[in-house]
């Protein structure tokens, strides 16, 4: 498949731990967060979203966490799968009408 | 099946030959983007549309065009492509602006 992770940070875990990604941002203004999950040889898919008029917002196995005071964004996955091995974006925009920023991008890689 | 599809989906070329790389959707979605994603960059916007024969440049547009003649196709113009334009290619759609993109399997261009 395709190499997107040359020269990322990377997470490693254990098969069932939670695992926790994190992401800083830099645009105060910024107002809606994404993050996507990029599979080796395939492109981005999204996982989760959050307002920043909420500070946690969870999905199934994942929660998103904001804190817009140190501007800083997290990802948690619970019961980290081999499945969950990925390189991991954060995405921020200040709404319509304004473009998508995305991270550099975190490869999170599963131990058995 | 929903989806995006991209092709080529590797290609070959050398610098100055013109090149199209098609993007299609069946979600009948308004919003369409490229990306280019390079190691250590991340996921850059090129172009986007809000909907047909809108179109609007993102972060890095330059040595690039897009065309929207129809609703489900979005396709990218290298008119003269340079070795710098070597890079993995992103179509992706959304039926709202930038938020839950839907993305593509993927262009790998390299123009020698």
């Known amino acids: 498949g395709e190499s997107v992770g040359l020269h990322l940070p990377t997470l490693s875990v254990q098969e069932g731990d939670n695992s926790i990604i994190n992401c800083a941002y830099s645009n105060s203004a910024s107002d809606y967060f994404i993050w996507y999950k990029q599979e080796s040889g395939k492109g981005p898919q999204f996982i989760i979203d959050?307002?920043?008029?909420?500070d946690k917002r969870q999905g199934q196995r994942v929660t998103v966490l904001l804190n817009k005071t140190v501007k800083h964004l997290s990802l948690q996955i619970a019961a980290t799968q081999p499945g969950d091995s990925a390189v991991y974006f954060c995405a921020e925009t200040p709404g319509a009408n304004s473009k998508l920023t995305f991270g550099k991008g975190i490869t999170l890689s599963v131990r058995p | 099946e929903a989806q995006v599809t991209q092709n080529p989906r590797y290609l070959i070329t050398v610098t100055g030959k013109k090149l199209t790389v098609t993007c299609s959707q069946n979600?009948?979605?308004?919003?369409m983007s490229w990306y280019r994603q390079d190691p250590g960059l991340g996921l850059r916007q090129i172009y986007y549309?809000?909907?047909?024969?809108?179109?609007d440049k993102g972060d890095v547009p330059e040595g690039y065009k897009v065309s929207r003649k129809e609703k489900r196709n979005f396709p990218l113009i290298l008119e003269s492509p340079s070795p710098n334009q070597t890079s993995l290619y992103f179509c992706?759609?959304?039926?709202?602006?930038?938020?839950?993109?839907?993305f593509g399997p993927g262009t790998r261009l390299t123009v020698l």
């Open positions: 979600m009948n979605h308004e919003y």
């Open positions: 549309s809000m909907n047909v024969e809108v179109t």
């Open positions: 992706a759609s959304s039926t709202d602006f930038l938020f839950r993109q839907f």
């Open positions: 959050i307002r920043s008029n909420m």
